[in-house]
């Protein structure tokens, strides 16, 4: 801790709601433990081009409600490249920075662990992505306001649905996980969800019609992960029209809107004890960990655990939404 004096923050990848309350949280725990501190805009990017600002409390003001990113984000190319991340490496040393807090998904932890052994640079991640895919915390930032934003979409279309007795597709994000779509799915009563961990077990479409699916409903809803292991919403949606012709079917593509929005009250504490307990990890000497979450629990998890992408569903869920949709 002797040698960490000014600390720099940056957001990553995907927005995720929750991220302004992580970078205020960060920002005013590390001033009250006496560390300088520097906000990296557009993500990796501002570090290749060195757009970095010095902040105070006063940055962070009136800013734990908003959605989105004050720090903004953006994809870089350059940082993929040895020759990216010399060039951001010597911006870091410039700037007088000695570790980083990096606010994103997979993508994002993974950028910092090859930055953090390649310069020997303290780097400690926060779990930001309305995905729920990384392993090793319970939830993540953004998570569960996408979730109540499925939710109010949800309730809205299956007005139409019943009034017009469709079979709607809703397709929700969650490009190589579920959660998303199993938990929108049982939330807001939905008589099935297709998600990517059992696409290649299972034809998803025929074990719902097997099952006596909408044998007693006029009307259906079906959540769709948007990954190419189901195909997406419209990829089913043909199907249906084509083997199973009976059917009136629609499909709503939710999109960006659930990356938008104000924070829930979850996300806006859950970024701000794991905002907080970043620089407590920074101050014990911690280094290449996500701080996650677990059974209400801070958890310290390596980089390497964080990003393996086999973060489990519940199966148990998956029977719930069974039992529940008949």
Do not use: W
């Amino acid at each position: 801790m002797g040698r960490i004096k000014c600390i720099g923050i940056l957001t990553s990848g995907g927005d995720a709601p929750g991220m302004n309350a992580a970078i205020r949280a960060v920002t005013r725990s590390a001033i009250y433990n006496g560390f300088k501190v520097k906000g990296i805009y557009r993500g990796y990017k501002g570090l290749v081009f060195n757009e970095i600002k010095e902040f105070g409390t006063q940055n962070v003001s009136n800013i734990i409600q908003q959605g989105g990113t004050i720090l903004k984000t953006a994809r870089c190319e350059e940082f993929l490249t040895p020759e990216g991340r010399e060039v951001a490496f010597e911006n870091y040393k410039k700037e007088g920075l000695d570790a980083l807090v990096i606010i994103g998904g997979d993508g994002s932890l993974t950028g910092a662990r090859i930055f953090a052994e390649e310069f020997d640079v303290p780097c400690i991640g926060l779990p930001g992505t309305i995905d729920n895919d990384l392993s090793g915390t319970d939830t993540t930032i953004g998570y569960d306001t996408a979730l109540n934003t499925i939710i109010e979409a949800v309730d809205k279309i299956r007005d139409t649905a019943t009034s017009h007795e469709r079979l709607f597709f809703i397709e929700v994000m969650g490009r190589d996980a579920g959660f998303l779509a199993l938990n929108g799915a049982i939330a807001s009563g939905a008589e099935a969800a297709i998600i990517p961990e059992f696409a290649t077990e299972v034809d998803q479409l025929e074990e719902l019609i097997k099952h006596g699916f909408r044998k007693s409903k006029n009307s259906s809803i079906v959540l769709v992960a948007e990954s190419p292991k189901t195909g997406g919403a419209m990829h089913y949606a043909e199907r249906v029209k084509n083997e199973f012709p009976g059917y009136e079917v629609r499909v709503s593509i939710l999109g960006h809107l659930q990356r938008g929005g104000r924070p829930t009250a979850h996300d806006r504490i859950l970024a701000s004890r794991l905002g907080a307990a970043a620089i407590d990890a920074i101050k014990d000497g911690q280094r290449n960990v996500m701080i996650g979450i677990e059974n209400d629990e801070i958890v310290n998890v390596p980089f390497s655990k964080a990003i393996k992408k086999d973060k489990p569903i519940k199966t148990e869920l998956v029977d719930v939404l069974k039992e529940l949709s008949i």
